[in-house]
């Protein structure tokens, strides 16, 4: 073996067993990330649910007008 092979080989980690949890303690974790994060303001959620309702009126319109289409073009192919 080279010396190269040797570090690779020193260098894996080790998995330690940790020990288990009791499943209460979801909870208090839970509520403590939930203070961790940061917030959006009433403006910016406001300003961010009308632009998740355009862009997706905007992509309904689009995908409803290529169903169109293709009905359409499907009843000429078919010749109904």
């Keep these: 073996m080279t010396s190269r092979a040797k570090k690779a080989k020193a260098a894996r980690p ?7 949890k009791s499943r209460l303690s979801f909870f208090p974790e839970a509520i403590g990330e939930l203070r961790k994060a940061r917030w959006p303001t009433r403006q910016e959620a406001t300003r961010l649910s ?17 169903d169109y289409g ?5 009843y000429l192919v078919l010749g109904g």
Excluded: E, Q, W
Aim: glycine share 4%; net charge positive.
């Design 50 to 66: 009308i632009m998740v309702f355009v862009v997706c009126t905007f992509v309904g319109a689009v995908l409803a007008a290529i």
């Design 14 to 20: 080790v998995a330690i067993p940790s020990k288990k």
């Design 70 to 74: 293709f009905s359409k073009v499907l």
